[in-house]
């Protein structure tokens, strides 16, 4: 199993960035994904998540701002971000849990594989 991230990079404040995450050794539609983030100094923290069916969640400080979707033929997992804070700025990553089957989101023990990162800067 393999998640690789890309499309961070450098923005300016209320900019927009399309995160991506292409998995593989498994079938994306069967397990619930996540993004995370972190900060230098601070927890991970759970941005988004998306079930097997499609149900989202989102942590409310993004939630407006950020959209989570995928694409289960191409196996790709996205994090759209939009109106961009300097507080979002941290490495970004994405995650699935292979044994997780409920609505709710799992908690950061459950997800099994992660990718490497991929940094977003923000600028005010």
């Known amino acids: 199993v393999q998640l690789v991230e890309s499309g961070g990079g450098s923005v300016q404040a209320e900019g927009s960035l399309r995160l991506s995450c292409v998995a593989s050794?498994?079938?994306?539609?069967?397990?619930?994904m996540g993004w995370f983030r972190q900060a230098p100094g601070k927890a991970r923290e759970r941005v988004a998540g998306?079930?097997?069916?499609?149900?989202?969640s989102y942590a409310d400080s993004v939630k407006g701002r950020f959209t989570i979707s995928k694409d289960n033929a191409k196996n790709t997992l996205y994090l759209h971000m939009n109106s961009l804070k300097a507080d979002d700025t941290a490495m970004y990553y994405c995650a699935v849990s292979t044994s997780w089957v409920r609505f709710s989101p799992p908690p950061l023990s459950a997800y099994n594989y992660w990718g490497q990162g991929t940094q977003v800067t923000v600028s005010s």
């Open positions: 998306v079930t097997r069916d499609g149900s989202t």
């Open positions: 050794g498994f079938t994306y539609s069967s397990y619930y």
